[in-house]
């Protein structure tokens, strides 16, 4: 039988791509022979599908890209073939039965570094999505990458050859580059080449030989006479485009344009929905103060994320979003510094306590006694001679430096306005104090 909520889940999948979801589905049996199919036959979608005609727009490292969705389909899983040094084989059948959807892209990729920066932004499209938890170890999203040469010199291209089963990133890109290697060499060799369906050895980085790939007369599809043909009704359709989460990209451009994150952030931002959706409850509660979301986000990636733990869908932060925005609202209003914040974070990470509490318990604050600073101003500058002359003589950049200084021997209290016009006072007096 088959389950609504596989219906859903796999529709949502299909317009989180921008696919064309078909009124009526019709299932069919793929007949193979295989050691972890071992009832003969997967039940699958074949000649009319759920979905067809979708598009994901990817960043690669030469630029933006389209990458069209030729279809998206339902069909059950198989089971899972384990081979051991030894030379045995074992068939896992845990998973055999469980539904799937399997989406085939467009052979539009150009090389195997497109083809890891599309399947991680697919990735975090099909979590933003709530269709799947990204777990890539778990077997919960899986790649077969497909493979062919053409080559321009000897007018001759390879057949396709498809890689099973690829269970990481990395594991996508070297599995392509070691296939396209041994394509690569067979073609300058002319020898002959066949289609195959390969698995890849990440330890030697090649692929091998699991078995000839079929053709598609081969697989004997027929309709399945056990499962009616799918058909959605208009009303499910106008409620499954409705219920659509707001996607990754449109998050990142909704950072920029309407918080004023950089693009740099709003990536960060918007990579997990767990994150997306703590980083938006803190800017909620710190909207209330006036504060800006940029000097949040910031504290967010150099502090925070660092202690996130992320486990498929959810995540556990080190302190809650009304906290952070607290924490923020401390370093936006003066009272303490960014140096000072990271100690009070340290403090309250993995804790119920407050920013401010910790503040006014360990009197925590900015300084901003001008003589103070001056005195210790003075004793920098005296340090520092030649760094003084050079100043003088126009490398003005070097107010940073004795800043720096500054704010380190007061432990990061110092405030850096104010520490930066005391020192350029003194940096222009015609006679500073020996030290």
């Known amino acids: 039988m088959l389950q609504a909520e596989v219906v859903r889940l796999a529709a949502r999948a299909a317009l989180a791509l921008r696919c064309e979801l078909q009124p009526r589905s019709v299932f069919a049996r793929k007949g193979y022979f295989y050691p972890d199919l071992p009832k003969g036959y997967q039940i699958t979608q074949y000649a009319e599908p759920l979905a067809c005609g979708g ?36 068939v896992d059948l845990n998973r055999a039965g469980v539904p799937l959807v399997e989406i085939v892209g467009a052979p539009e990729l150009s090389s195997p570094a497109e083809a890891r920066d599309l399947l991680q932004q697919l990735r975090e499209l099909l ?88 053709a598609e007369a081969d697989y ?23 219920g659509l989460p707001e996607l990754p990209q449109a998050k990142r451009r909704r950072y920029v344009a309407e918080l004023g994150l950089s693009p740099i952030a709003a990536q960060v931002m918007a990579h997990h929905p767990a994150v997306a959706a703590f980083f938006e409850q ?13 000097r949040l986000a910031n504290v967010l990636q150099g502090e925070l994320l660092r202690d996130v733990r992320t486990t498929g869908l959810g995540a556990s932060f080190p302190l809650s979003p009304a906290a952070l925005a607290e924490l923020v609202d401390l370093i936006e209003s003066g ?65 940073g430096f004795f800043v720096a200084k500054l704010i380190q021997a007061t432990s990061g209290a110092a ?11 003194l940096l222009c007096d015609e006679a500073p104090r020996d030290s």
Do not use: W
């Open 335 to 399: 009272r303490i510094s960014g140096k000072q914040a990271k100690q009070v974070y340290a403090t309250i990470r993995g804790t119920d306590l407050h920013p401010a509490e910790i503040v006014a318990q360990q009197g925590v604050q900015v300084l901003r006694d001008q003589a103070a600073l001056r005195k210790l101003g003075a004793d920098i500058v005296a340090a520092f001679p030649q760094e003084r002359a050079k100043y003088r003589a126009g490398k003005t950049g070097l107010l």
């Open 220 to 242: 004997r599809y027929f309709p399945e006479p056990d499962l009616p043909p799918l058909e959605l009704s208009t009303s499910l359709l106008a409620e499954l485009r409705q």
């Open 127 to 214: 979590m933003f999505a709530r269709v799947n938890d990204g777990n890539l170890e778990d077997g919960t999203l899986r790649c077969d990458a497909n493979v062919s040469l053409r080559s321009a010199k000897q007018g001759r291209s390879s057949p396709r050859v498809e890689i099973k089963n690829l269970n990481s990133f990395r594991f996508v890109q070297g599995a392509l580059e070691a296939e396209i290697d041994r394509q690569g060499r067979a073609l300058a060799a002319d020898e002959p080449l066949r289609s195959e369906t390969r698995g890849y050895d990440p330890e030697r980085h090649a692929t091998y030989l699991l078995r000839d790939k079929e």
């Open 282 to 294: 803190a800017v909620a509660a710190l909207s209330a103060t006036g504060a800006a979301p940029g």
């Open 55 to 90: 598009s994901i727009d990817i960043d690669t490292g030469s630029g933006p890209k389209t990458v069209h969705i030729e279809r998206l389909h339902i069909e059950e899983d198989a089971g899972k073939s384990v081979h051991d040094s030894a030379g045995l084989s074992y």
């Open 415 to 425: 405030d850096p306005g104010l520490a930066s016009e005391v020192l350029a006072s």
